[in-house]
């Protein structure tokens, strides 16, 4: 028998020292897309093995090709058998000369109408949210000599570039993982500061990195300009073709698979209370740009995008410098939704370049990610077990919604271990995660933990 | 009386001289577009000032807002009056990993079929064009104890970056600068490795940067893709509506006083030995790519264009982030033709980027460069005269050309000094200027000499 209230009280009386360990987490500057940083990311890594072990979990940094994944099991309980998730790599941090302190020396901060947070490059992805899962086993633990659920818990350092070693992993294990009952994934958010929020549709995602080849050196626009083909107004005319005046993505069979959202779901997203003006609002915006002939909830949760996540050639310094460059690059995601086939579109994407290309250039691609849409089995009693532990933990009833974002390993955990996943998070849309000045909620570090405490004790 | 012939012995004597003269001028990083390197453009200007002292110049680098002009006297001959202009400013390097050597550690290299050559930022344009001046003065000057006629030298740093200070320099100095009768110009191409030329046609060159302007702050495209309006789709639309399929350039008005070619002149150039598919086979080429019924020839000699030079914005490292950022970027210039307005060409650039913002993006603008086409007064008989030396150096009819380049300052020279400018210069297609491995074959450094000395003379 595993009783809540004392796991709550510990949690209330060791604040202060679950703050300085998310603290001293935040600190190790575990960006994983640069191999510069690929030591911090084995730093991090080693840190959550020693937490976990000091916990009581039996924990292990499993070398990867890549980054290491940890891996903690306590199946010591009677009950069913969760498999946590989250990541403990970050996102870079540049433009550095944006941030208003160092991304790895977390401050503590005041939000305006929203209370104290914490800003630091992943303080809201995803350090802060998988230590509220961390922090509440632990209290769990200590107040009850034992976890109410056998817990199993996979961190891993690649999700920000796509987690390439992830799905070896899984299916290096899938006999020991696939035991689990179902999948808890901590790296979404509520649906606003008072109201929690149980994610049941992710878009998947493909990346592309495109390289236009021109001539075969920078040319002098003077002297060639007119006559040789220029790699930066080829990619611009490309790039300026992918979507039509209406918002529309314009790469052939792009929206076969995308189904339109069913009457029940629309009628409860509906009923959410939205404002499009103020969610646009707080980034500096004022109407949707994408699809005309949809919402914002729609465009974001339920439509795929095509978006252009960088670009650059030729000369970008100060001043001014007259050259037609040899190559012209970007970079461009897709998000994905419903039935559309991550390989299709990557297919997709090549030919839509490929087929406006003149004859005298050439294209390069590099693949990035490539995971398909999923929904989650609401059905599932647990769905509501876990919506009535959040519901009595936050004063408001919690929400089914969707999310525009992308987590891999959900589809992953689906085909590889017949996982099911439960997405909850305690992120605001104002955490300005990948951009400077990320920070976490306070209340949502310290209720989130007290949330996973009561999901636990619920799923027994 | 000025004698030819000991002053063309005196340059084939002391070659080894001339090119350690040169190679000491290329050593220095007089790159003038970036701040960092003001430093040494001062030093470029002052060994210019040493080195017109030693020959017996007055010579001064006088300080303007930004890099020295250089300007050096010897009037004491009897003849007419030269004013030769060339630059000690050279573009930046990047990308410098291009290089096979370092960009200011001058090389000898052999170029295959054509010899000797120097290998430096600058041996092409325009330290090694503007030292076949110099030591053609300098040859005159020993061998004959006077040059042949008054020149002064000018010699400014901001020619890369259009010349800012240079118009109010003249302005300042018309009275005396216009008292010479031709200004003489070194900054041009041959038209092949054995046909020297005389430019006779410029076109003008407007620069513009342009800053899109989106959301406050960069974003998740996981989060707001779809909905939240993105600067780098939004600048790549922009960009890539430049040019209708034929390449005609879309901004309102842009062909307002673009002139064809009169019958006489293309019957010239059509008279020129040119094979566009060798023109272009040179640069990985193999088709014309701007205006689809215009020849090579045509579009980079009479005909306007708009070309994209730089763009960047969003990630552009390692890996992938998937970021709509908060703005993007782009440098584009024009090359103008005819009676086309500089300032009106400036507007309507301007004008057709804000008409096609959405209402959630603006954008920002920062003016380089402007100025005209110009075209020079062929049927005074200097023209003759000097077509005549140029022929007898190199054995070949020396051709009146045009050039895709812009040279301000050959307009400056017309509307502030009242100077017609005769336009001859030793660079050959394949020099690489702006680009990596820029060179300037040893043959147009040493028969570029003579040339001039054999001009000087006949001009007298």
């Given at each position: 028998?595993?009783?809540?209230?004392p796991?709550?009280?510990?949690?209330?009386q060791r604040?202060?020292?679950?703050l300085?360990?998310?603290?001293?987490l935040?600190r190790?500057?575990s960006?994983?897309?640069?191999?510069?940083?690929a030591a911090?990311?084995q730093?991090?890594a080693?840190w959550?093995?020693?937490?976990?072990?000091?916990?009581?979990?039996e924990?292990?940094a499993?070398?990867?090709?890549?980054?290491?994944?940890v891996?903690?099991?306590d199946?010591?309980?009677?009950?069913p058998?969760?498999?946590?998730?989250?990541?403990y790599?970050v996102?870079?941090?540049d433009?550095?000369e944006?941030?208003?302190?160092?991304p790895?020396?977390?401050q503590m901060?005041e939000v305006?109408?929203?209370?104290?947070a914490?800003?630091?490059?992943?303080?809201?992805?995803?350090?802060?949210q998988?230590?509220?899962?961390?922090e509440a086993?632990r209290?769990?633990?200590?107040a009850?000599g034992?976890?109410?659920?056998?817990?199993?818990?996979?961190l891993?350092g690649?999700e920000?570039?796509g987690g390439?070693?992830?799905p070896?992993?899984?299916e290096?294990?899938?006999?020991r993982l696939?035991k689990?009952?179902?999948?808890?994934?901590?790296?979404?958010?509520?649906?606003d500061?008072r109201?929690?929020?149980?994610?049941?549709?992710l878009?998947?995602m493909v990346?592309e990195?495109?390289?236009i080849h021109g001539?075969?050196?920078?040319?002098?626009?003077g002297?060639?300009?007119?006559?040789?083909?220029n790699?930066l107004?080829v990619l611009?005319q490309?790039?300026?073709?992918?979507?039509?005046g209406?918002?529309r993505?314009?790469?052939?069979g792009?929206y076969?698979?995308?189904p339109?959202?069913p009457?029940?779901?629309?009628a409860?997203?509906d009923?959410l209370?939205f404002?499009?003006?103020a969610?646009?609002?707080?980034?500096?915006?004022?109407?949707?740009?994408?699809?005309q002939?949809?919402?914002?909830?729609?465009?974001?949760?339920a439509?795929?995008t095509?978006e252009?996540?960088?670009?650059?050639?030729?000369?970008t310094?100060?001043?001014f410098?007259?050259?037609i460059?040899a190559?012209?690059?970007a970079k461009?995601?897709?998000r994905l939704v419903g039935?559309?086939d991550?390989a299709?579109?990557?297919?997709g994407f090549r030919?839509?370049v490929?087929?406006?290309?003149?004859?005298d250039c050439r294209?390069?691609?590099i693949a990035y990610?490539?995971s398909g849409a999923?929904?989650m089995?609401?059905a599932?009693?647990?769905?509501?077990?876990?919506r009535a532990a959040?519901?009595?933990e936050?004063g408001?009833?919690?929400?089914?919604?969707g999310?525009?974002?992308s987590?891999?390993?959900?589809?992953q955990m689906?085909?590889?271990l017949g996982?099911?996943s439960?997405?909850?998070?305690?992120?605001?849309?104002?955490d300005?995660i990948?951009?400077?000045n990320?920070?976490y909620?306070l209340?949502?570090?310290?209720k989130?933990?007290?949330s996973?405490?009561r999901?636990?004790?619920?799923l027994?």
């Amino acid at each position: 028998m595993n009783s809540l209230d004392p796991a709550l009280n510990l949690l209330d009386q060791r604040r202060e020292e679950a703050l300085a360990r998310l603290f001293d987490l935040l600190r190790i500057p575990s960006i994983s897309t640069d191999p510069a940083y690929a030591a911090h990311c084995q730093t991090a890594a080693d840190w959550l093995v020693t937490d976990l072990t000091a916990m009581g979990f039996e924990a292990v940094a499993h070398p990867t090709g890549g980054h290491p994944i940890v891996l903690a099991e306590d199946l010591s309980a009677e009950g069913p058998h969760v498999l946590f998730y989250g990541h403990y790599d970050v996102q870079p941090v540049d433009p550095l000369e944006l941030w208003d302190s160092a991304p790895f020396e977390p401050q503590m901060i005041e939000v305006a109408g929203a209370g104290p947070a914490i800003r630091a490059r992943g303080a809201g992805d995803d350090k802060g949210q998988l230590m509220t899962f961390l922090e509440a086993c632990r209290a769990l633990k200590s107040a009850n000599g034992a976890l109410p659920c056998k817990v199993t818990i996979l961190l891993e350092g690649e999700e920000e570039t796509g987690g390439k070693h992830l799905p070896g992993f899984l299916e290096q294990h899938a006999e020991r993982l696939g035991k689990a009952d179902i999948a808890l994934v901590c790296d979404t958010s509520m649906w606003d500061a008072r109201t929690p929020a149980i994610t049941t549709m992710l878009r998947g995602m493909v990346g592309e990195e495109v390289t236009i080849h021109g001539p075969d050196r920078d040319l002098h626009s003077g002297y060639y300009g007119g006559a040789a083909a220029n790699p930066l107004a080829v990619l611009s005319q490309i790039l300026g073709a992918l979507h039509d005046g209406e918002g529309r993505v314009q790469i052939d069979g792009f929206y076969d698979g995308v189904p339109e959202i069913p009457a029940n779901i629309r009628a409860q997203w509906d009923a959410l209370p939205f404002e499009e003006s103020a969610f646009l609002g707080e980034i500096g915006l004022s109407r949707p740009w994408g699809e005309q002939d949809r919402g914002v909830l729609e465009q974001t949760w339920a439509r795929p995008t095509a978006e252009v996540n960088g670009v650059w050639g030729g000369y970008t310094g100060a001043g001014f410098k007259t050259v037609i460059p040899a190559e012209a690059h970007a970079k461009i995601s897709f998000r994905l939704v419903g039935q559309q086939d991550p390989a299709k579109i990557r297919e997709g994407f090549r030919r839509f370049v490929r087929d406006r290309l003149p004859s005298d250039c050439r294209a390069s691609f590099i693949a990035y990610g490539g995971s398909g849409a999923t929904a989650m089995p609401v059905a599932d009693p647990v769905f509501e077990k876990a919506r009535a532990a959040l519901t009595a933990e936050w004063g408001s009833e919690a929400a089914f919604i969707g999310s525009g974002g992308s987590i891999p390993v959900v589809g992953q955990m689906q085909q590889i271990l017949g996982l099911d996943s439960m997405l909850i998070g305690f992120g605001l849309a104002d955490d300005a995660i990948h951009s400077p000045n990320e920070k976490y909620q306070l209340a949502s570090f310290e209720k989130g933990a007290r949330s996973w405490a009561r999901v636990l004790v619920a799923l027994a």
